[in-house]
């Protein structure tokens, strides 16, 4: 983990810092706001900071009355509404202006907060953050990405969203803000930058890609030319490139294969092993194919730090989410890929 | 597995039938010709063919003289060359006017051989076959597709091959031809078809699908809708299309992921299991995310039979191909892609 090299970390400044302030999203979520609350509090236990829920003011006190908050650093902000996944984003912003998602969005527009954490609809993350925080220079939309298989847990998918038409100029900008990402967040020096294509000649793949592949030659990235499918687990490259749409197909192909696996390999292994030895492995099979929904990643390329989980997530991701939420603003990502 | 209700399928006639005559390109496939002679040789000896192998006469040859062929129907038909991932497959063709796979479709033409199984460049065999054979009405390009998941193993994804930028009234046609596949290969009733999206919404996906969902709302299929990545293992669709772009990345993801899950899974089962146990079940494991590698697929669109494999079969894989090819005669599958 690096972040020696930024002045403007705030791990490594010399005198002590105040608390990183989380907003959390409390009504985001399938379990929200109980599973969300709970977890928020958890993370209150491995880090010192702040925490900001903002959500329907009574249901929130309501979860927070079941934890001992003696000594720990929680307000609630109050919101009214959420916006849901099936709501037009655009839409539910007009009708829904104090909702959780924009409110919470606000606290870090305004300085209130360092981080917001979302484990509502994406969609609406997305489109309340680059209303409101605006959009980084040269960026159109904003795209999520990171590494989504813990079988190559250093390698960085980008994009994971709902980029789902991209111009090489967008693939070229996904292939910039991962490459910070995997530099400033995983280590990685000089990442390996690959198009994700059928083929590893520059003329393979389909027109976009194909016309993606000389831009990417002449940028100042540490381009190594196209990958394929089965080189995510062949560390042919630490930053691999597509357009949202192949990219929200491989990680929910790769959660439903995870899931799968666990019933087909519980046939498999029950001649050799205990009940209770086999929830232990596939606990671990199922992490290692559910990367993101243990972490959450960031919300690429508006003008704040915002952290989306996954929709499902129980407590231990939500501490997931926030854990990574204040990595992120301990590392100083954001100025990192504003340069 | 149905063909009874097909009055020209060759496996419900009532007098005996002459030998399903299999076309084999010798020197197609990493390990040609001896893993491919081998396997076919080993297809002798479970099924009632006469058996082509197409290739370099004395190499050809070479191979046979290490099996005892006493009885058997085998027939070396020479040829010149072979065409290579890396050529341009419509320039090999006038290059190599005797390659092994041009030789071997054209058996297929003249009506010499009913079937011709190809482990060589998938490329070279899409471009042959549809320059020999011809494609059948409405279509332009043969796609590749077939079960590919053992999880899901009577779940169609079309196409898997190299057609990578594709408009809506081609993604209908690998629809249509999947749906009969799926019908009289796989005996699915009634095939439910589907779009791979990224949600189950008409409004969601990139511009290919949503413009694709009303045409194929308005076909004869049976159409269910968009699916996404999960569905694969949700039963939710028994044929799901995609471009060649979507279905290349994931099939070969797939098998990326089954032979890293094998190391992964080596770590956490070792102290369950024996390394012979462990190798049991690493080896049902690998065939369930390389189930094309395990019986090959049929080249859809063409006017003829042809079965393409793995480039990287071995013996068995070989012989899984030409089991196929044998299937697909006694079902008079062609006949019914063609109505």
Same mark, same amino acid.
């Given at each position: 983990?690096?972040?020696a090299d930024n002045?403007?970390?705030?791990?490594?400044?010399?005198?002590p810092?105040?608390?990183?302030?989380?907003?959390v999203d409390?009504?985001?979520?399938?379990y929200?706001?109980?599973e969300?609350?709970?977890?928020?509090?958890?993370?209150l236990?491995?880090?010192?900071?702040?925490?900001?829920?903002?959500?329907?003011?009574?249901?929130?006190e309501?979860e927070?009355?079941?934890?001992?908050?003696e000594?720990?650093?929680?307000k609630?902000?109050?919101?009214?509404?959420?916006?849901s996944?099936?709501?037009?984003?655009?839409?539910?912003?007009?009708q829904?202006?104090?909702?959780?998602?924009?409110?919470?969005t606000?606290?870090?527009?305004?300085?209130?907060?360092d981080?917001?954490?979302?484990?509502?609809?994406?969609?609406?993350?997305m489109?309340?953050?680059?209303?409101?925080?605006?959009?980084?220079d040269?960026?159109?939309?904003?795209?999520?990405g990171?590494?989504?298989?813990?079988?190559?847990?250093?390698?960085v998918?980008?994009?994971?969203?709902?980029?789902?038409?991209c111009?090489?100029?967008?693939?070229?900008?996904?292939?910039?803000l @991962?490459?910070?990402?995997a530099?400033?967040?995983?280590?990685?020096?000089?990442?390996?930058?690959?198009?994700?294509?059928?083929?590893?000649?520059?003329?393979?793949?389909?027109?976009?890609?194909?016309?993606?592949?000389?831009?990417?030659?002449?940028?100042h990235?540490?381009f190594?030319?196209?990958?394929?499918g089965?080189?995510f687990?062949?560390?042919?490259?630490?930053?691999?490139?597509?357009?949202?749409?192949?990219?929200?197909?491989?990680?929910?192909?790769?959660?439903?294969m995870g899931?799968?696996? @666990? @019933?087909?390999?519980g046939?498999?292994?029950?001649?050799?092993?205990?009940?209770?030895q086999m929830r232990?492995?596939?606990?671990?099979?199922?992490?290692t194919?559910n990367l993101?929904?243990?972490?959450? @990643?960031?919300?690429?390329?508006?003008?704040?730090a915002?952290i989306?989980g996954?929709?499902?997530?129980?407590?231990?991701?939500?501490?997931?989410?926030?854990?990574?939420?204040?990595?992120?603003?301990?590392m100083?990502?954001?100025?990192s890929m504003?340069?």
């Amino acid at each position: 983990m690096q972040s020696a090299d930024n002045p403007s970390s705030r791990s490594e400044a010399s005198k002590p810092q105040p608390p990183i302030r989380v907003a959390v999203d409390a009504m985001g979520g399938d379990y929200a706001p109980g599973e969300t609350v709970k977890g928020a509090v958890a993370a209150l236990d491995t880090h010192d900071i702040e925490l900001l829920l903002v959500g329907d003011a009574g249901a929130v006190e309501g979860e927070l009355d079941k934890y001992d908050l003696e000594g720990k650093a929680v307000k609630v902000v109050g919101s009214v509404g959420k916006i849901s996944d099936d709501e037009h984003p655009m839409h539910a912003f007009r009708q829904k202006p104090e909702a959780s998602i924009i409110v919470g969005t606000k606290l870090v527009k305004t300085g209130q907060a360092d981080v917001l954490v979302s484990l509502g609809s994406t969609g609406a993350s997305m489109a309340t953050a680059a209303l409101v925080l605006g959009m980084m220079d040269g960026l159109e939309r904003p795209c999520i990405g990171g590494p989504f298989l813990g079988l190559a847990p250093r390698t960085v998918l980008m994009d994971l969203g709902s980029n789902v038409d991209c111009r090489p100029s967008q693939l070229l900008n996904f292939a910039a803000l @991962g490459s910070v990402f995997a530099h400033r967040f995983l280590g990685t020096e000089n990442p390996r930058v690959a198009l994700l294509s059928v083929g590893s000649e520059k003329s393979k793949g389909n027109r976009q890609v194909q016309d993606s592949y000389q831009l990417f030659e002449e940028s100042h990235l540490n381009f190594v030319g196209n990958v394929e499918g089965m080189d995510f687990f062949n560390d042919r490259a630490d930053v691999i490139v597509c357009d949202g749409f192949v990219g929200n197909i491989l990680i929910k192909f790769t959660e439903g294969m995870g899931t799968a696996l @666990g @019933g087909y390999l519980g046939r498999l292994l029950s001649p050799y092993m205990s009940d209770e030895q086999m929830r232990g492995v596939f606990n671990e099979l199922w992490q290692t194919t559910n990367l993101p929904r243990t972490m959450g @990643g960031p919300l690429f390329g508006v003008n704040g730090a915002v952290i989306v989980g996954h929709g499902s997530s129980r407590a231990d991701e939500v501490a997931g989410a926030i854990n990574t939420a204040v990595r992120y603003v301990e590392m100083g990502l954001l100025d990192s890929m504003r340069e």
